[in-house]
């Protein structure tokens, strides 16, 4: 599903410009939105799933609906049509999101979570890398017929739906007893305060990484040919597949803090090497960079959450966790996008790296290692 979404996601912000006409704003909106839907999803999927004691019928619905929208990208006409398919490919996303998360920590020993988020996030970066990677050999192929290359991400989306069919099983967790009704207050009131101060973290974390099209958007301001964008993304998960799993088995092991700090170093790196590109190799540099700081963060934040949240609530907990993370997400890419407009991409990114120098201070502030707890 990621080389799928991948594919496509690597040509839609320069589809949506210069094929729809579409403003950097409305961009910025457009994928704003989308990540805050699925954030909102996520929620509502989580505690139904606390609450069925059931995870796996939610993760297949949701790559269902994510792989009925494949083909409406190609077939758009109108910003309108992108914006309806990428609202539905995020809800599908949201659905199954949280239940898919709680059913790794559901199989996974805690001494081995940090090695299970990493495996996962690198194995989805594989995806992402593959989904690039075609669209560059059909741009080449088909001449830069953007509609033409996003045909291609049908296949492989409905493959990943039949798979995850046919040969994922779902644990008995007789042991565990969700929730004694869904979507209530009650229930989000039963998180600990530990689990809180994850959610905080995360949201100041996402505050400072607006959403990756703008990186594909600063490769073509800075001259690279429409037909080699996707390396951009391309090269952001190569690092991002490359470090992500040891990165996770190093959060089982050393501290959690020490780690943040790095992939908040390494964002605001990335920041200033994109915000001072004057050329397509500079961008490359950054997009690397931005790489290792999602290995460095991604998995490790889902581990945090997993060892804070009640087993009876993890759904739920993992779910409120990417409400607000996604929502904060909707406002950096806003305000990324409003920034471009008003006062160019080198504005953008400067503006990035303050956000992740304030998140680094934050971080100092309120953080204080602990060592991860044992579900009982």
């Given at each position: 599903?990621?080389?799928?979404?991948?594919?496509?996601?690597?040509?839609?912000?320069?589809?949506?410009?210069?094929?729809?006409?579409a403003?950097?704003?409305?961009?910025?909106?457009?994928?704003?939105?989308?990540?805050?839907?699925a954030?909102?999803?996520?929620?509502?999927?989580?505690?139904?799933?606390?609450?069925?004691?059931k995870?796996?019928?939610?993760?297949?619905?949701?790559?269902?609906?994510?792989?009925?929208?494949?083909?409406?990208?190609?077939?758009?006409?109108?910003?309108?049509?992108?914006?309806?398919?990428?609202?539905?490919?995020?809800?599908?996303?949201?659905?199954?999101?949280?239940?898919?998360?709680?059913?790794?920590?559901?199989?996974?020993?805690?001494?081995?979570?940090?090695?299970?988020?990493?495996?996962?996030?690198?194995?989805?970066?594989?995806?992402?890398?593959?989904?690039?990677?075609?669209?560059?050999?059909?741009?080449?192929?088909?001449a830069?017929?953007?509609?033409?290359?996003?045909?291609?991400?049908?296949?492989?989306?409905?493959?990943?739906?039949?798979?995850?069919?046919?040969?994922?099983?779902?644990?008995?967790?007789?042991?565990?007893h969700?929730?004694?009704?869904?979507?209530?207050?009650?229930?989000?009131r039963?998180?600990?305060?530990?689990?809180?101060?994850?959610?905080?973290?995360?949201?100041?974390?996402?505050?400072?990484?607006?959403?990756?099209?703008?990186?594909v958007?600063?490769?073509?301001?800075?001259?690279?040919?429409?037909?080699?964008?996707?390396?951009?993304?391309?090269?952001?998960?190569?690092?991002?597949?490359?470090?992500?799993?040891?990165?996770?088995?190093?959060?089982?092991?050393?501290s959690?803090?020490?780690?943040?700090?790095?992939?908040?170093?390494?964002?605001?790196?990335?920041?200033?090497?994109?915000a001072?590109?004057?050329?397509?190799?500079?961008?490359?540099?950054?997009?690397?960079?931005?790489?290792?700081?999602?290995?460095?963060?991604?998995?490790?934040?889902?581990?945090?959450?997993?060892?804070?949240?009640?087993?009876?609530?993890?759904?739920?907990?993992?779910?409120?966790?990417?409400?607000?993370?996604?929502?904060?997400?909707?406002?950096?890419?806003?305000?990324?996008?409003?920034?471009?407009?008003?006062?160019?991409?080198?504005?953008?990114?400067?503006?990035?790296?303050?956000?992740?120098?304030?998140?680094?201070?934050?971080?100092?502030?309120?953080?204080?290692?602990?060592?991860?707890?044992?579900?009982?």
């Amino acid at each position: 599903m990621d080389a799928s979404s991948e594919l496509i996601h690597s040509l839609l912000p320069v589809f949506m410009v210069t094929g729809l006409g579409a403003s950097v704003v409305t961009v910025g909106v457009i994928e704003g939105v989308a990540e805050a839907t699925a954030a909102v999803m996520k929620v509502f999927s989580g505690t139904l799933s606390d609450y069925l004691g059931k995870r796996k019928f939610l993760t297949v619905l949701g790559y269902a609906l994510a792989a009925f929208t494949k083909p409406v990208f190609p077939l758009a006409t109108s910003i309108g049509w992108v914006f309806t398919a990428r609202f539905v490919d995020r809800v599908g996303k949201g659905i199954r999101g949280a239940p898919r998360d709680a059913l790794v920590a559901d199989m996974t020993p805690p001494q081995l979570r940090g090695a299970a988020y990493g495996l996962r996030q690198a194995l989805d970066s594989v995806g992402a890398l593959v989904g690039p990677l075609l669209a560059v050999a059909l741009m080449s192929w088909l001449a830069n017929d953007i509609r033409a290359v996003m045909w291609a991400a049908v296949v492989p989306a409905f493959t990943a739906v039949a798979l995850l069919m046919i040969y994922v099983r779902e644990p008995e967790r007789a042991h565990v007893h969700g929730p004694t009704a869904p979507f209530t207050v009650a229930n989000v009131r039963r998180l600990p305060w530990r689990y809180w101060l994850v959610v905080l973290l995360g949201a100041v974390v996402t505050l400072a990484r607006f959403s990756e099209a703008f990186l594909v958007l600063r490769a073509q301001d800075a001259g690279l040919e429409l037909r080699y964008v996707p390396l951009v993304m391309i090269v952001m998960n190569v690092f991002y597949a490359g470090a992500a799993y040891p990165a996770g088995a190093a959060a089982d092991r050393v501290s959690q803090r020490t780690l943040l700090f790095l992939g908040l170093a390494l964002l605001i790196a990335a920041d200033f090497m994109l915000a001072s590109a004057v050329s397509p190799l500079f961008v490359l540099g950054g997009a690397a960079l931005w790489g290792l700081h999602m290995a460095f963060t991604q998995g490790l934040l889902s581990k945090l959450v997993a060892d804070t949240a009640p087993p009876e609530l993890r759904g739920t907990g993992f779910g409120v966790f990417n409400l607000v993370s996604g929502s904060t997400l909707l406002l950096a890419s806003v305000i990324a996008g409003a920034l471009w407009s008003a006062l160019g991409p080198s504005a953008t990114f400067l503006a990035g790296a303050v956000f992740a120098v304030m998140a680094a201070i934050g971080l100092l502030a309120t953080v204080r290692q602990r060592k991860p707890e044992a579900v009982k």
